[in-house]
């Protein structure tokens, strides 16, 4: 099965700068990675994904990067803002099912 | 908001009773999927539908547990003879085809 792990299980950040959050999958077929935002009480929510034939995918203060060699996948944050306070889920699949989850990076932003 | 809509969002039962979840996906996601998840840990894979076919169950699913989606477009998960290992978040997600998982805000069980 899938192994993913996270290299850090907590981020303190300072408002207004770059967060980088890592993640390292074990199975060299996953096709298919996404980053999650879980705020308290609430269902993981989107922020956005990659496949394996990229390596870079920018979005709205966000990029991923994926690195297939060494089976290595980070986001980053641009500009980091109390509203991105959260836990972060790395997950990664093949055949866009069955997503396997790390244990999350709990981020947390300093006024 | 997701879409994604769960009942009931939290759930107290004592041990050894029966719960069911109900789970409304985005109406045109045809793939249902359902994951735990216990407090610090990521969410884990148990079922998945594709309309209404249970397309793979988790070995996390045990005997107590069944999902149905019985005409491919809500589902409900039951526990029978809840335990107390069974507390978690229970979430529901759904997607198109070839599309993200978009996730409900999950139902929370409580078995005391």
């Known amino acids: 099965g899938e192994s993913v792990g996270l290299h850090l299980p907590t981020l303190s950040v300072q408002e207004g700068d770059n967060s980088i959050i890592n993640c390292a999958y074990s199975?060299?077929?996953?096709?298919?990675f996404i980053w999650y935002k879980q705020e308290s009480g609430k269902g993981p929510q989107f922020i956005i994904d990659?496949?394996?034939?990229?390596d870079k995918r920018q979005g709205q203060r966000v990029t991923v990067l994926l690195n297939k060699t060494v089976k290595h996948l980070s986001l980053q944050i641009a500009a980091t803002q109390p509203g991105d306070s959260a836990v972060y889920f790395c997950?990664?699949?093949?055949?866009?099912?069955?997503?396997?989850f790390g244990a999350g990076t709990t981020v947390t932003v300093r006024a | 908001d997701t879409g994604v809509s769960q009942d009931p969002r939290h759930k107290i039962t004592k041990r050894g009773q029966n719960v069911t979840f109900r789970c409304d996906p985005i109406?045109?996601?045809?793939?249902l999927y359902w994951y735990r998840q216990t407090l610090g840990q990521g969410p884990e894979f148990l079922t998945y539908?594709?309309?209404?076919?249970?397309?793979?169950k988790s070995r996390l699913l045990s005997d107590r547990f069944s999902a149905e989606r019985p005409k491919g477009s809500f589902s409900t998960l039951e526990i029978q003879r809840t335990e107390q290992g069974d507390s978690a978040m229970y979430l529901c997600?759904?997607?198109?085809?070839?599309?993200?998982?978009?996730f409900g805000e999950g139902s929370r069980l409580t078995v005391l």
């Open positions: 997600a759904s997607s198109p085809p070839t599309g993200e998982l978009f």
């Open positions: 199975n060299s077929a996953s096709d298919y």
């Open positions: 990659i496949r394996s034939n990229m």
């Open positions: 997950a990664v699949g093949s055949n866009d099912y069955k997503l396997s």
């Open positions: 109406s045109e996601h045809n793939r």
């Open positions: 539908f594709q309309n209404e076919a249970q397309l793979e």
